[in-house]
């Protein structure tokens, strides 16, 4: 099996678990040097992070996060672009943007980035225009709700087949707009609108979503549902995160994304050697 997924300028191999790296850009609270040094700042992370072997970037200005307060346009693109622009022309490893926004997707896509990451699945308005007359790879994610108020009381029938079903009607809608097969990623959304008990029922059937053909990302580093399981706020999540991790890679994701880099590549080689 040679499946390639195809994104931007790269063509990743994905015959082995990938490591996405996240990179937050977050305004700099400790110094007054404004956007030029948190862009900075996360420019140094990220190459930090494919020094520690990440496969992939995602860079994100914090508007998805569950329960954070939305972004504005201009804050979102004033935060993302600049870091995108440094790194597509140092980066060696395919960068992604963090958004739900078109014009975000636009102007990340214009600045050089590889992949669209929406946790709305290019729901919202002209998001699917801002990204088919591209190259990018898609990586179409299931969340119940809004960030605000999603984990407030989510309730499913039956989860596993509920997010499965809305990945296949999303596929099919980017697919016949002329996003090709190739070009998409698919990720259940651990934590957007999903109790503990949702989330423990997606990684045990992780499997019953490989059958729709495209590979899956999974994002599952310190979320509060480790949190629940192992204890320890946000800080104290690198070990249930790393088992996390290696679980999802051998029930066949092929994208795994993390704060923790070094530890997870080390601990994808193994899976990796085994596979
Ligand atoms: C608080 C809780 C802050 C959760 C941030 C988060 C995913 C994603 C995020 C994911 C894809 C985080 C999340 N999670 N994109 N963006 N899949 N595709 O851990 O699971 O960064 S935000």
Redesign the pocket.
């Known amino acids: 099996m040679h499946s390639h997924f195809l994104c931007g300028k790269y063509q990743l191999n994905l015959n082995r678990p990938h490591v996405m790296g ?1 990179v ?1 850009v977050t305004p700099d609270s400790f110094s007054d040097g404004g956007q030029f040094s948190s862009a900075n700042l996360a420019v140094e992370h990220a190459l930090q992070l494919i020094a520690e072997g990440a496969d992939i970037l ?1 860079v ?1 200005g ?1 508007s ?5 307060k939305p972004v504005s346009l201009d804050e979102e693109l004033s935060r993302v672009i600049p870091v995108i622009k440094a790194l597509s022309h140092i980066a060696t490893v395919p960068i992604s943007i ?1 958004t739900y926004k078109p014009e975000v997707m636009r102007q990340a896509i214009l600045a050089g980035a590889d992949i669209v ?1 929406d ?1 709305r699945a290019l729901q919202e308005q002209g998001a699917l225009e801002a990204v088919v007359n591209s190259k990018v790879g898609v ?1 179409l ?1 299931h969340m119940q709700g809004i960030p605000q108020t999603m984990q407030l009381k989510p309730v499913y029938e039956d989860v596993v087949s509920e997010v499965k079903q809305f990945l296949i009607d999303r596929l099919n809608v980017v697919m016949a707009h002329g996003v090709s097969k190739n070009r998409i990623l698919l ?1 259940p ?4 609108g999903k109790t503990r008990i949702h989330n423990i029922a997606l990684i045990q059937h992780l499997d019953s979503l490989l059958d729709m053909g495209q590979p899956l ?8 549902v480790l949190g629940a399981i192992a204890g320890g706020d946000e800080g104290q999540r690198l070990y249930a995160s790393i088992a996390a991790s290696v679980i999802a890679a051998m029930k066949g994701a092929k994208i795994i ?1 993390v ?1 923790d880099v070094k530890a997870t590549v080390d601990a994808l080689k193994v899976v990796a050697a085994i596979q």
């Open positions: 996240i937050n995602d994100g914090e998805t996060r569950p329960g954070a963090d990451n946790v990586c994610m990720d959304g651990f934590g957007f990302l999974v994002g599952l580093s310190r979320k509060s994304r704060h």
